[in-house]
């Protein structure tokens, strides 16, 4: 089993590119949530997906967007990057909720710069 | 607000010995508490996870512990190898309306050296 896979691993874009990040999962999960990680600063919700079909905001998700395609996989937008998104990217799945001790499985990640 | 702090925020240890991290929270309701490890570059990969009624629990070399009342946390890592070089992460799950969100400490970084 490849477990959660994300791609790219890593990008670069200009202010004002668009890009989408993408996140797969095998494990039959039904939940599944994008992260972001900035020094010095815990991980950050974006975006999270309880169950096939529905999404909702997490702490931070001013200036992204996402789908849930299917079961398997889940991506995340950034329509017109800033600066400020610079970070990395992490897309976990879980079997449910954080409620329920489930336990969240974390991809590799996504290094993005933007200039 | 939901908050997780750790301690100390970095620490180096020679290969062999034990430590203690530490973990802080005020996140409530609680609903578990989970330690995490995280290699340089990598996603973070779950060590154990805690529940209210639950005041220790072991996955190998390391052992949690967990104190409702004070809300308090520790990670006890024993005879440390330079495999477990990587940063430690607190988190903590709520119960209620954000029943998919989790509180993430900072975390700390340990540095095992022979």
């Known amino acids: 089993n490849a477990g959660v896979t994300q791609t790219p691993k890593f990008q670069v874009l200009k202010t004002g590119q668009s890009m989408t990040l993408q996140c797969a999962q095998d494990?039959?999960?039904?939940?599944m949530y994008w992260y972001r990680q900035d020094p010095g600063m815990g991980l950050r919700l974006i975006y999270y997906?309880?169950?096939?079909?529905?999404?909702d905001k997490g702490e931070v998700p001013n200036g992204y967007n996402v789908s849930r395609l299917n079961k398997r996989e889940f991506s995340l937008r950034l329509e017109s990057a800033a600066p400020s998104q610079t970070s990395v990217y992490f897309c976990?799945?879980?079997?449910?909720?954080?409620?329920?001790?489930?336990?969240?499985?974390f991809g590799p990640g996504t290094r993005l710069t933007v200039t | 607000k939901n908050q997780v702090e750790q301690s100390p925020q970095s620490l180096i240890i020679l290969e062999g010995k034990n430590c203690t991290l530490q973990?802080?929270?005020?996140?409530?309701?609680?609903?578990?508490l989970r330690w995490y490890k995280q290699d340089t570059g990598r996603g973070p990969v779950s060590l154990t996870i805690?529940?209210?009624?639950?005041n220790t629990k072991s996955n190998g070399r390391y052992t949690a512990t967990l104190d409702a009342d004070t809300k308090q946390s520790s990670l006890h890592i024993t005879a440390s190898q330079l495999s477990d070089s990587a940063s430690y992460i607190c988190?903590?799950?709520?119960?209620?309306?954000?029943?998919?969100?989790?509180?993430f400490g900072k975390g700390t970084k340990l540095s095992v050296i022979p």
């Open positions: 494990m039959n999960h039904n939940s």
């Open positions: 805690m529940t209210f009624s639950e």
């Open positions: 997906s309880a169950s096939e079909g529905t999404t």
């Open positions: 976990a799945s879980s079997e449910g909720g954080t409620v329920l001790s489930y336990e969240q499985y």
């Open positions: 988190v903590v799950s709520a119960k209620g309306a954000g029943s998919y969100q989790l509180t």
């Open positions: 973990c802080n929270y005020t996140v409530s309701p609680f609903s578990n």
